[in-house]
């Protein structure tokens, strides 16, 4: 999802700065989005990290000089998803990717947003979000549940300041996530699930709304 977000954004004429923990997907995707005609940084590493966050931040900002648009996207699961079989290692990885990286990122930037009284932060969750989910499990589940809760708190805290938080909440989509499932999808079940760049058209639909639609 994160790649068609990326290439979506840069085809609308966005400049990126773009993190992921695989350097070869991320020179991939860079690629994709600079043949589009975007100017790309890449910051590998985990966005769970609190010093990369600070640095993706201020050389983005340094390079391109504001921050219109914040995606955060990263998401991770484990294969053992039941409360029993969780293990405590698992269940802070996925929070801290899916979870404390989408808050360290947006404390990051809102000093910048609130200096220019404009900024849209938008968080990627999940049916599981909304519902608990058995496929997603505990740990992903309660992980998708904190993003809409930090969405909300940005939008309680920071609208006042220009600063606008939206989350998007897909259904299953067609990603190489769900190979880690204890049982995978079948392909007739595969072919019906959303693809990673209906994301992206949600997330371009949403960037492209004026400042004055909440």
Request: net charge neutral; charged share 20%; glycine share 8%.
């Amino acid at each position: 999802m994160g790649q068609a977000i990326a290439v979506g954004l840069a085809a609308e004429g966005a400049n990126l700065g773009l993190v992921a923990r695989r350097a070869d997907r991320l020179e991939e995707t860079a690629a994709l989005a600079r043949a589009r005609g975007s100017d790309v940084l890449v910051f590998p590493g985990d966005v769970a990290d609190p010093a990369l966050a600070k640095r993706t931040i201020d050389e983005t900002l340094t390079r391109f000089g504001r921050i219109h648009i914040l995606v955060n996207n990263a998401g991770v699961n484990t294969f053992h998803r039941n409360l029993a079989d969780t293990s405590v290692p698992d269940w802070r990885r996925v929070l801290d990717t899916n979870l404390t990286g989408a808050f360290l990122f947006t404390r990051y930037a809102l000093p910048h947003m609130r200096a220019a009284r404009t900024g849209h932060i938008i968080n990627i969750s999940s049916g599981a979000g909304l519902t608990p989910s058995a496929p997603g499990g505990v740990a992903y589940s309660a992980s998708k549940h904190g993003i809409h809760a930090l969405t909300g708190s940005i939008n309680l805290e920071e609208r006042r300041h220009g600063i606008k938080a939206c989350v998007i909440a897909p259904g299953e989509v067609d990603t190489p996530n769900l190979d880690l499932r204890p049982r995978p999808p079948a392909k007739a079940d595969l072919a019906q699930m959303l693809r990673p760049e209906d994301i992206a058209a949600a997330v371009i639909y949403v960037a492209s709304q004026p400042e004055h639609v909440s």
